[in-house]
């Protein structure tokens, strides 16, 4: 039977910090979701083109900001850290500007948060992101107790996390079990799993849990989801609704 590593990490962690409370991937997000009691976060990480490591779901700016239909990641960071990263969600959070991952790693570090950063390339910079992303993560949490979970869909860019910082833990994002997924997440190293909670069952538990790894699910909004994962013994709940689960 395999003994499974102490896992420091809380059950229950906010999706882009406050889910959809506020705007997603920001420093307002963060701060609302650790006022609904929340101790981790999930957040995407992508390169600006003169390689500052910054907050970002999408590879193009118009969703969540007012950059136009431009790529985030061809633009230098000075140039995104003009934009409006909150009018599109609400009038009370205009202003809100983008999050470096550096202001990120301050306020968690600050505050004795945590961390799950998924590494979310630009296509077409899968290796380059997965490397300068760890090599941060790596400087930004250098000392603490705990260090962040790298996480991507990307396997190019677990690769360069993990050649970059091998030390720093690692989780393969899975949006299906495709033949050979826990080959996948052992050959990388991974410390996780994190998939559709809907893929989780006795069985695939069973198997993760087998081959040494931790399970983690995404994104988990009512309250049956959530405790059927509880019941199957998983090990991370990744939530939009920060305001109807109590994290414990």
């Not at 962690?13 to 307002?28: F, S, V």
């Not at 083109?49 to 590879?59: E, K, R, S, T, Y």
């Not at 431009?70 to 000075?78: C, T, Y």
């Amino acid at each position: 039977m395999t003994t499974l590593a102490p896992w420091p990490y809380p059950r229950w962690i906010a999706h882009r910090g406050a889910g959809k409370l506020a705007p997603e991937n920001t420093l307002a997000a963060f701060r609302l979701g650790a006022a609904h009691g929340y101790r981790m976060f999930e957040c995407d990480a992508k390169l600006s083109a003169d390689g500052v490591p910054f907050l970002m779901h999408d590879a193009t700016l118009a969703r969540t900001t007012n950059g136009g239909q431009g790529v985030g990641g061809e633009l230098p960071w000075h140039a995104l850290s003009q934009f409006d990263a909150g009018s599109w969600h609400s009038r009370v959070f205009a202003g809100e500007p983008l999050c470096t991952l550096e202001h990120a790693a301050r306020f968690c570090r600050a505050n004795g948060y945590l961390l799950n950063i998924e590494i979310k390339p630009t296509p077409g910079t899968e290796r380059q992101t997965g490397e300068v992303v760890a090599q941060h993560a790596a400087r930004l949490w250098h000392g603490a107790a705990i260090a962040p979970l790298l996480t991507s869909f990307q396997v190019e860019a677990l690769e360069s996390a993990a050649a970059a910082q091998p030390e720093l833990p690692r989780g393969l994002l899975l949006d299906a079990l495709r033949d050979g997924w826990l080959a996948t997440a052992q050959r990388l190293g991974c410390a996780a799993i994190v998939c559709n909670h809907a893929l989780w069952d006795i069985g695939t538990v069973a198997g993760a849990k087998a081959a040494g790894l931790r399970t983690l699910s995404y994104t988990v909004n009512d309250d049956g989801a959530a405790q059927r994962l509880i019941d199957l013994g998983t090990d991370g709940i990744i939530t939009d609704r920060v305001d109807l689960f109590t994290p414990s």
